[in-house]
């Protein structure tokens, strides 16, 4: 079944550890996104990619990365992760054509870092 | 640019009572997709609706319905003999899909209460 996968669920780490956020999506779309989702619920773009070795930021400024060396790979990186790094971060993905214009979602990582 | 405006914050409905969630947006665009997705709590973010802009026939899933107008830039949801399980949080979407800008452009998102 085609769809878009986000690991881990929960994650709850120490202050100045590296940590990745793995997305992945089966579906073959070109469009990738990471969005931060803060408690309000209001969703931020923080980064996007158009394709493979494509990468741009968001609108919201972020200290992660991200790479896209693989169309299905979207992993997003703390190199030192602090206290208000702690939100939701939600992958999606898209293929926009004629019929399929929407962007699906993982089911998100909720970060806490302590 | 695009912006995407929700004004409630949250609604409450009775159980299978009809709620209407509103959201109205900006663009200079004439071609383009607009999106009510729904995150219930703790769950996946799920399209609800969609309806592109050059369609002048407003879009209907099932007990969900959208009354568009383009002149206006509105898009609100309405929501039909509500259930439980529609509780969650309702996002309202922009999405420009040519000229090589596919950026998804989100409300700030209103909460849903169904009351049995």
Known sequence: EADIYQTPRYLVIGTGKKITLECSQTMGHDKMYWYQQDPGMELHLIHYSYGVNSTEKGDLSSESTVSRIRTEHFPLTLESARPSHTSQYLCASSDVGAANTEAFFGQGTRLTVV | ?116
């Open chain 2, 1 to 116: 640019a695009q912006t995407v405006t929700q004004s409630q914050p949250e609604m409450s409905v009775q159980e299978a009572e009809t709620v209407t969630l509103s959201c109205t947006y900006d663009t200079s665009e004439s071609d383009y997709y607009l999106f009510w997705y729904k995150q219930p709590p703790s769950r996946q973010m799920i399209l609800v609706i969609r309806q592109e802009a050059y369609k002048q026939q407003n879009a209907t899933e099932n007990r969900f319905s959208v009354n568009f107008q383009k002149a206006a830039k509105s898009f609100s949801l309405k929501i039909s003999d509500s259930q439980l399980g529609d509780a969650a949080m309702y996002f309202c979407a922009y999405h420009h899909g040519t000229s090589g800008t596919y950026k998804y452009i989100f409300g700030t998102g209103t909460r849903l209460k169904v009351l049995a």
